[in-house]
């Protein structure tokens, strides 16, 4: 597996891991481009699906974010292996999203 960056507007954003460009490209229109319309930095939307969205190979600082943060998604005594693939981290901070009842109060 390869590691690779999205960048919105050529700001660094999150790094995946993926088999090759081809389907790391893919990956991102289909999936991941749209649902960083749904995370938020500050209250505004990571993507506004207009700007200009693009992946390339992650740099070795990125690589080094990701690596950290898969080896911490394993629990503790844990043996099994977690899947690379699907694994993302964001390289920004993140607002945390609401809870379904939290919003519906706000309502």
């Known amino acids: 597996m390869a590691l690779f960056t999205v960048e919105v507007e050529g700001r ?10 081809e389907a790391a490209e893919d990956l991102l229109s289909s999936t991941i481009g749209p649902d960083l319309q749904d995370f938020e930095e500050d209250g505004s939307p990571v993507w506004d699906g207009e700007g200009e969205l693009s992946v390339r190979e992650a740099d070795a600082a990125e ?6 943060g898969f080896a911490s998604s394993r629990a503790p005594g844990d043996t099994e ?8 981290v964001f390289l920004i901070e993140v607002d945390q999203p609401q809870e379904e009842d939290e919003e519906e109060e706000e309502d």
């Open 12 to 21: 660094p954003i999150l790094v995946f891991a993926e088999e090759d460009r």
């Open 63 to 68: 690589a080094a974010q990701w690596e950290a």
């Open 81 to 88: 292996i977690p899947e690379e693939e699907g694994y993302a």
